[in-house]
């Protein structure tokens, strides 16, 4: 199976920050990375998908970007309705693998 | 409104069954292929299972193989996921999930259900 090691496992932010987190796949996935966001109690919402593809409906403000089996997820201006918990997905291979997860709050 | 909503969870001993539906509105289901993801209390997400447009091919975790059976009905827009020989470590929050590739398999998640909880508990 293709692990995604996804870090950090938590951060803190304020409101305005510009907010890094960061995915390693095991091996080559060539960009087939997505972006999820979940909020408590919710389920996950696709944000980005093929490692920069912004999801129809999803602010601007969210991007992603790829090196190899490295793979960035940005947020330009934190805004308070962000506070969630960020999962990259992989579907290079079956099974489908996802990163542990970065809660993020506000500071 | 495009829509998943999933029942059928519940309680069950060690070694049980369930099956769990998703009932799909407001897109064409026959075009999509469907995922089931599942999430322990308090963790991360998992991969389930898959099943193509027809149903004529389906996929695995192998933690579910043999023991799950993942099937969908078209003219009633539902996805199944039948469960048997149920462990402890099934218990989680279970998710239907729309690929979002339109007749191909893409491998992104676009849109989900609000998830039913299964608890395997004697």
């Known amino acids: 199976d293709i692990q995604m090691t996804q870090s950090p496992s938590s951060l803190s932010a304020s409101v305005g920050d510009r907010v890094t987190i960061t995915c390693q796949a095991s091996q080559d996935i060539n960009n087939y990375l997505n972006w999820y966001q979940q909020k408590p109690g919710k389920a996950p919402k696709l944000l980005i998908y093929d490692a920069s593809d912004l999801e129809t409906g999803v602010p601007s403000r969210f991007s992603g970007s790829a090196s190899g089996t490295d793979f960035t997820f940005t947020i330009s201006s934190l805004q308070p309705e962000d506070i969630a918990t960020y999962y990259c997905q992989q579907y290079e291979n079956l099974p489908f693998t996802f990163g542990q997860g970065t809660k993020l709050q506000i500071k | ?122």
């Open chain 2, 1 to 122: 409104e495009v829509q998943l909503v999933e029942s059928g969870g519940g309680l069950v001993q060690p070694g049980g069954s369930l099956r769990l539906s998703c009932a799909a509105s407001g897109f064409t289901f026959s075009g999509y292929w469907m995922h089931w993801v599942r999430q322990d209390p308090g963790k991360g997400l998992v991969w389930v299972s898959r099943i193509i447009t027809d149903g004529s091919r389906t996929s695995y975790a192998d933690s579910v193989k043999g023991r799950f059976t993942i099937s969908r009905d078209n003219a009633k827009n539902t996805l199944y996921l039948q469960m048997n020989s149920l462990r402890v470590e099934d218990t989680a929050v279970y998710y239907c999930a729309r690929d979002r590739g339109n007749y191909y398999g893409h491998g992104a998640f676009d849109i989900w259900g609000q998830g039913t909880m299964v608890t395997v508990s004697s």
